[in-house]
């Protein structure tokens, strides 16, 4: 069919266009295709975009850490179920088609996301993760982590949106903020003066409130000795208690005297406890220091009082004992009549000897105790032996009071004995064996015969966490380790049967939080026994003890890693060196000598030596860098890289050239070993190597997991690593797996030191798909602002 030309005429056998519509429909033509071809090739910059991180994206998908949407033209066109969880909604299709930016993204927040969006959009392919706040379902803000890249969806240009709830986080934060604001009110406002001290004895820290009490400014005593502050005749007390302070000891609060800048002695009571570092190292002592003046005065006033206490009780009905330590200092006229000890026989002997043998101990501990200043029961009921070897039970009534100027005791007796007799003749076995569990610190429980709990210790609650009576009626098994069950079961199935010897039997313990608890259990069969009837089982948690357990084995083992190495490793290096001296010696002896080609047994000696000295030293530096004696710093990459570099200025019969450069200054925190961290890639480069060899050494920014790190290449064009003992190079730089003849200490004080900065180290082809063109180590280090 043939046009119509606008004249509206068959054009004849030819179809006829008029020349402008030509022209118009070309131009249109072109500009499609043009369309066409930019849109192509936006889609295989998506598709590669998706490539490229489809590692990420699969990792998110599969561990179902993160929520994940896609957004197409600003709405949601796929969200998983961890993601709708996120956004409170009860499934994934309760959020499909939702506007991102009007229904989820927090208003304060738009602007943001527009704008990444809008980079994304403009040739970036992803946006680093960032904080956000989202609007759930139920009009609640949730804060997240959000992480997005563009890529393809079915077809059509698409963005890929990573996120996590951290509100628990935010939480925790905003919870810590709080609190170091509360601990900076209390020092700012308390009436005690608050202090720091480093072990030389130097004072690194003291609260404003000091001019009041001594009339020295916080800046006239920090970085003084204390010794400057405190009464010399005080000096030999006062070293002996920071001395067992800085050991870890424990050390009760006690008094003292201080130097005001008047010259005036001050009284005061000081309790310290120690400063660690994050390994637990004793680095310092804290204190609380407080003005005892008025309470001195109050001593004075007590002296007083006590003759007239001496007087009252002389009189009283009650037996009252007065004592210092395990000694008393003073007891009245009815003591001698309840215990049947005279006066001065009560005063030489040592306190409590009347007490029952059964109760003799814990009336001495709740004693001590108490003189120490801790927390105890002030009445409770002993049973008593007197001297004729008459028994009965007094209740006691006590309490601390000032006595010469120093703590006492003092007990108030009275006799309940026939009241206890009645008592006595009531209780049932049951009340007692039930009265003993209830105030155990373990965990015990009772099993019927069908291995039903049906009692738990009130200590349960306080370890485990689950409320009162949950337990009862369930089967100990649902709260034991999967992997332990049958062990247990066998275990607990001898108690039944009366073959286990109460043998204890560790495994783990599930807690209320769904956390699982190291234990110890020990079962006693009392089926038959009236009160009981059941099988008892006495847990303990033994996690402290298993650290401590593994601590000592960690400690023992390096320990005679470090004997071994220095007495077989190192005597061996020896050995080979002075085999070569020998040769070279027995040489010279018969020719006189030593000629060109004996040369090289002393360069052989020589090397030995040297690798003897390096493992000395590698060995040295791990176990200073495991002890913590070096002190963090911040460190330009670069400046520590030239010096590494300059170990190397010359290195005889070899060609070895060795570049580095770098696009910005980098900073970081570490120690001064991050320069052997260098050196060892170096001189490993070099000592694996033959004939001329050139090294080149970058340093740039990259952006991993969000955080920004300086990367440093070390590559060589030597022999390379082959792709088998890559493999497993990194699985043995660990002190044990380095043991073989002292091979691998360089890498492995290289891994040491950073996993110690929180980086991160592996080794790749500098050709890729090609090892025998050299190797690459990479160290990625957390790089900071200077």
Request: proline letters at 4%; hydrophobic letters at 35%; aromatic letters at 8%.
């Amino acid at each position: 069919m043939g046009l119509k030309s606008e004249s509206g005429k068959k054009s004849g056998s030819t179809s006829i266009v008029d020349s402008g519509d030509k022209d118009r429909i070309i131009a249109e033509l072109k500009a499609r295709n043009k369309e066409l071809e930019e849109y192509k090739a936006r889609a295989e910059r998506l598709e590669a975009d998706l490539r490229n991180n489809e590692d990420t994206t699969r990792q998110l998908l599969e561990q179902k850490l993160y929520g994940v949407w896609v957004n197409v033209d600003g709405k949601i066109a796929y969200i998983n179920e961890v993601g709708a969880k996120i956004l409170g909604a009860s499934s994934p299709g309760e959020v499909a088609g939702k506007s991102v930016l009007d229904e989820i993204i927090h208003p304060n927040y738009r602007d943001i996301v527009r704008d990444r969006i809008k980079a994304m959009s403009h040739g970036g392919s992803a946006v680093p993760m960032i904080e956000e706040k989202y609007v759930r379902v139920d009009g609640q803000v949730v804060d997240v982590d959000v992480w997005a890249m563009r890529f393809v969806y079915k077809g059509e240009p698409a963005i890929f949106v990573a996120f996590k709830d951290i509100t628990e986080r935010k939480r925790a934060e905003e919870a810590l903020r709080e609190s170091e604001e509360k601990y900076r009110f209390l020092v700012e406002n308390s009436k005690d003066v608050i202090w720091k001290m480093d072990l030389q004895g130097r004072l690194t820290f003291i609260s404003s409130n000091v001019e009041r009490v001594t009339g020295y400014r916080p800046g006239e005593m920090v970085g003084k000795p204390i010794w400057d502050f405190i009464a010399p005749e005080c000096h030999g007390s006062i070293k002996e208690k920071l001395l067992k302070r800085m050991r870890g000891e424990d050390i009760p609060p006690y008094a003292t005297w201080i130097i005001n800048k008047a010259g005036d002695l001050i009284p005061i009571e000081v309790a310290t406890t120690a400063i660690t570092d994050r390994g637990g190292r004793i680095v310092g002592v804290q204190g609380i220091s407080r003005d005892i003046t008025e309470r001195k005065r109050a001593e004075e006033a007590l002296r007083e009082s006590e003759r007239k206490f001496r007087v009252l009780t002389e009189t009283s009905p009650v037996a009252i004992f007065l004592y210092q330590g395990e000694k008393y200092v003073y007891v009245n006229p009815m003591a001698e009549v309840l215990t049947g000890y005279s006066r001065d026989e009560l005063l030489t002997m040592d306190a409590w000897d009347w007490i029952h043998p059964e109760f003799k101990f814990m009336v001495k501990e709740r004693s001590r105790k108490r003189q120490l200043g801790k927390k105890v029961p002030n009445q409770y009921e002993v049973k008593y032996r007197a001297r004729d070897g008459r028994e009965g039970w007094v209740d006691f009534a006590t309490g601390l009071i000032e006595y010469g100027g120093k703590p006492a005791g003092l007990a108030a007796t009275f006799d309940v004995t026939k009241r206890k007799l009645a008592e006595e003749a009531v209780r049932t076995a049951d009340v007692r064996f039930r009265s003993l569990i209830q105030n155990s610190s373990d965990i015990i429980r009772i099993l019927d015969k069908e291995e039903h709990i049906i009692y738990e210790s009130p200590s349960s609650e306080k370890i485990l966490g689950y409320p009162p009576g949950y337990t009862l009626g369930k089967s100990p098994f649902e709260f034991i380790h999967p992997d332990d069950r049958e062990r247990v079961r066998n275990d607990l199935g001898e108690v039944y049967e009366g073959t286990n010897p109460g043998t204890p039997t560790e495994f783990r313990i599930r807690k209320a939080d769904g956390s699982y608890l190291e234990v110890e259990s020990i079962g006693n069969n009392m089926i038959g026994i009236r009160g009981v009837d059941g099988i008892v089982i006495t847990t303990r948690p033994i996690t402290e003890r298993k650290r401590a357990e593994k601590a000592l084995k960690e400690a023992k083992a390096q320990a005679e890693l470090y004997v071994d190495l220095m007495g077989h490793d190192i005597n061996n290096m020896n050995q080979v060196s002075l085999g070569f001296l020998e040769l070279a010696h027995n040489i010279i002896e018969l020719e006189g000598k030593l000629g060109e080609d004996n040369i090289v047994l002393l360069d052989k000696a020589m090397n030995s030596l040297k690798d003897s000295s390096m493992l000395i030293e590698s060995v040295r530096k791990i176990q200073q860098e495991k002890m913590g004696l070096y002190e963090p710093q911040v460190l330009d990459v670069g400046t520590v890289v030239g010096d590494a570099i300059k170990h190397f200025d010359r290195i005889p019969k070899r060609d070895i050239k060795i570049n580095y450069s770098q696009d910005d200054h980098y900073f970081i925190k570490a120690n001064s070993l991050l320069k052997d961290v260098f050196i060892n890639l170096i001189g490993n480069a070099i000592k694996h190597s033959k004939g001329p060899l050139v090294i080149n050494i970058r340093a740039c920014q990259v952006i991993a997991k969000g955080k920004r790190y300086c990367r440093v290449e070390v590559e060589d064009n030597g022999s390379g690593i082959p792709d088998s003992l890559k493999a497993t190079l990194f699985d043995r730089l660990n002190l044990a797996a380095t043991r073989a003849k002292g091979k691998g200490f360089g890498l492995c004080l290289i891994k040491i030191l950073v996993d110690d900065y929180h980086g991160m180290f592996w080794v790749e082809d500098r050709v890729k798909g090609d090892h025998a063109q050299g190797a690459r180590f990479v160290v990625l280090l957390p790089a900071i602002e200077k």
